[in-house]
């Protein structure tokens, strides 16, 4: 089992680009989420999704879509990247009932 | 509307010391709470969980915490510290198992 992973490990964007962050989990679980975590803040939630074909927003979703066509990848797209999505992403995973299983996070830095 | 408060940002102990890390929450209805562990440019790890039941609660690596409704505190505590405690600890509620509200953090050294 790799558990959970995420592509790419670290990405320099200039304003503007786009992107997508790919979150795979081999774990079967219903339940993926996708973080970030900034100096101070803690980790806020930006978007989840109960299962496959299905996303809802969390707390910081604006400038972000998502997608979960599969059960096992969740991606996270940033369409005009800027400054202010520097952070690192974090992407988690869990069954029903059960907790959550991280990622190792991506760094990323927006010029 | 949730949240998490953890006091503290930085706390230092010596090996052999207590740990006690403080998380107060708000919430609407009974919450699950969480404690996890960051290594740095790792994940997070889970420490140990409320759901219902006993108030005090053990998680790994010798930590527990206790659930107090009356204070809405779940604070950290580990009797001695070890070197490898070394850490960021972050504090979590969530009221509907789907969503999760973390606190800021605490980064918490041990001197030798």
């Known amino acids: 089992n790799a558990g959970v992973t995420q592509t790419p490990k670290f990405r320099v964007l200039k304003t503007g680009q786009s992107m997508t962050l790919l979150c795979a989990q081999d774990?079967?679980?219903?339940?993926m989420y996708w973080y970030r975590q900034d100096p101070g803040m803690g980790l806020r939630l930006i978007h989840y999704?109960?299962?496959?074909?299905?996303?809802a927003k969390g707390e910081v979703p604006d400038g972000y879509n998502v997608s979960r066509l599969k059960k096992q990848n969740f991606l996270l797209g940033l369409e005009s990247a800027a400054p202010s999505q520097t952070s690192v992403y974090f992407c988690?995973?869990?069954?029903?009932?059960?907790?959550?299983?991280f990622g190792p996070g991506t760094r990323l830095l927006v010029l | 509307a949730q949240s998490v408060t953890q006091l503290g940002s930085h706390v230092s102990v010596s090996e052999g010391a207590l740990v006690l890390l403080r998380c107060n929450y708000s919430s609407s209805v009974p919450p699950y709470l969480f404690w996890y562990v960051q290594y740095p440019n790792q994940g997070l790890q889970l420490l140990l969980k409320?759901?219902?039941?006993?108030?005090l609660v053990k998680g790994i690596n010798g930590f527990e915490a206790e659930f107090k409704k009356s204070e809405t505190s779940f604070h950290l505590t580990k009797p001695s510290a070890h070197m490898s405690d070394a850490a960021e600890y972050f504090c979590a509620v969530s009221e509907d198992g789907n969503q999760f509200y973390f606190g800021t953090g605490t980064s918490l050294t041990v001197i030798p």
């Open positions: 999704s109960v299962g496959e074909g299905t996303t």
């Open positions: 774990m079967n679980h219903e339940y």
């Open positions: 988690a995973s869990r069954k029903l009932g059960e907790t959550q299983y």
């Open positions: 409320y759901t219902t039941g006993a108030t």
